[in-house]
């Protein structure tokens, strides 16, 4: 596509619910990235993939949380039993060089908006 | 661990006036740094980065940043800000090796006056 696209834009959850929260990155591209958003902060860092492969999870703030990205092009990022501290913008980033790809710009999306009630 | 600092949570300036929005970094080695801004409901667009060479970096939008080592320091520079320029913006530092994902900072938010 032209752009990471990411679905829903706004997912209201109550708390305990499991959501799935989707990314289409730039046809193509090798490297994908999740972040969180809180209100008012900068992104912060939670997984990394290379084509299929999960390279860095170390962001992930606890086992409730779990990304895929199966086929190296579609990702989903999963939260189990979602808690209040879950609500925050989830944002996907894709680049076409691989490792991160320092010397290209990672693209993102218009994130995801989750609320937990 | 790499920490990205804006001092700024906010700043109001007038259409036509000069800009700067700082940002410090903490990290051992050479930094690569970014700016991005975010406008609301919208994804996050990289202005510009610095990775080696000349310190003084042009971006788009007429952007600009100065990499001063001395200060740790990547400072955002515009000489004459547009109403369409109000927006968040993140300075960003990712490490040269094994990492490659971004640490940013908390953002400075900018207001545009008439």
């Known amino acids: 596509g032209a752009g990471v696209s990411q679905s829903p834009r706004y997912k209201v959850a109550k708390r305990g619910q499991d959501v799935a929260l989707r990314c289409d990155p730039i046809s193509g591209h090798v490297s994908l990235f999740w972040y969180q958003q809180a209100l008012g902060q900068g992104p912060e860092f939670l997984t990394y993939?290379?084509?299929?492969?999960?390279?860095?999870k170390s962001g992930l703030p606890s086992d409730r949380f779990f990304a895929e990205r199966p086929e190296g092009s579609v990702s989903t990022l999963k939260i189990q039993r979602t808690q209040q501290e879950d609500s925050a913008v989830y944002l996907c980033?894709?680049?076409?060089?691989?490792?991160?790809?320092?010397?290209?710009?990672?693209?993102f999306g218009q994130g995801t908006r989750l609320t937990v009630v | 661990a790499q920490s990205v600092t804006q001092p700024d949570i906010h700043i109001t300036v007038s259409e036509g006036a000069s800009l700067e929005l700082r940002c410090n970094y903490s990290?051992?080695?050479?930094?690569?740094l970014f700016w991005y801004v975010q406008s609301p409901g919208q994804g996050l667009q990289l202005l510009l980065k610095?990775?080696?060479?000349?310190?003084l970096v042009q971006g788009i939008k007429g952007f600009e940043a100065e990499f001063k080592r001395s200060q740790s320091s990547f400072n955002l520079r515009k000489p004459s800000v547009h109403w369409s320029d109000a927006a968040e913006y993140f300075c960003a530092v990712v490490a040269d090796t094994g990492r490659r994902a971004l640490t940013f900072g908390s953002g400075t938010r900018l207001q545009v006056q008439p």
């Open positions: 980033a894709s680049s076409s060089r691989s490792l991160g790809g320092l010397n290209t710009e990672a693209f």
């Open positions: 990290y051992g080695a050479t930094p690569y």
């Open positions: 610095y990775f080696s060479g000349d310190t």
């Open positions: 993939f290379q084509n299929e492969a999960q390279l860095d």
